[in-house]
């Protein structure tokens, strides 16, 4: 192979790479399996009812509405759209674990890139009470229920749309949910209150039936 025939096939090779990430960031379809059509976003053949979703190089937050013009009955389906202005479009990816659906729409509501995670198309930020800082890199969604709680390898979050708060003394390793209302680590049995109160307790063991939150709830 001439030097002149290799020098071109190095330039196609160049070229194709940098089409195939122009494409990766500003193609219409998404990650997660989302893909647009006349305007619409899809996960296989269901919606999108709530997701990220990449626009001329930016990450936006997309929510599917159903919109009225005086009947009772929907005219069509539109989706209201923002900017997560704080989201590096280069690193930014789904959090797939913590996808939720129903019959008819899929829900990917937390996204993170190098440096932040995302909730609703909101930066996390910590707590006043936080000491720590999410890795993003080890950072994993464990419930995706009300509130949603994670973990990395440092430790164990509530999740809040804008504010994470740190569980103090929770050991990420060996943390997980009971039932709907209580959690456990090497250490300890938690109770979870209604609107995500956290705290140790006495208890030597929890079992999922005495964790059932009735109604609302994770």
Excluded: W
């Excluded at 936006?60 to 013009?69: D, G, K, M, P, V």
């Excluded at 000491?131 to 509130?147: A, H, L």
């Excluded at 680590?185 to 009735?214: H, M, W």
Aim: hydrophobic share 35%; charged share 20%.
């Amino acid at each position: 192979m001439n030097a002149r025939l290799a020098f071109g096939i190095g330039a196609l090779v160049l070229v194709i790479v940098v089409i195939a990430g122009g494409i990766y960031l500003y193609s219409p379809h998404q990650q997660g399996g989302i893909v647009e059509r006349d305007g619409l976003y899809y996960v296989g053949a269901k919606a999108l009812g709530q997701g990220y979703i990449r626009e001329n190089g930016r990450i936006l937050y997309a929510e599917r509405i159903q919109y009225y013009t005086g009947t009772s009955s929907p005219d069509g389906v539109r989706y209201d759209k923002f900017v997560v202005a704080d989201a590096n479009p280069a690193t930014f990816s789904l959090i797939t674990d913590a996808k939720s659906e129903n019959s008819e729409e899929v829900y990917y509501q937390f996204g993170k890139d190098d440096r932040n995670v995302f909730y609703q198309g909101q930066l996390e930020r910590p707590s006043a009470s936080s000491t720590s800082s999410i890795d993003t890199r080890t950072f994993t969604i464990i419930s995706n229920g009300y509130p949603p709680f994670g973990k990395d390898r440092n430790a164990a979050y509530e999740i809040y749309p804008g504010v994470y708060k740190e569980l103090a003394g929770v050991d990420p390793a060996t943390f997980a949910l009971i039932g709907g209302t209580c959690a456990k680590d090497k250490n300890s049995f938690y109770t979870i209150g209604y609107y995500g109160e956290f705290a140790a307790t006495t208890s030597t063991s929890l079992t999922p039936t005495q964790c059932v939150r009735p109604g609302p709830g994770l």
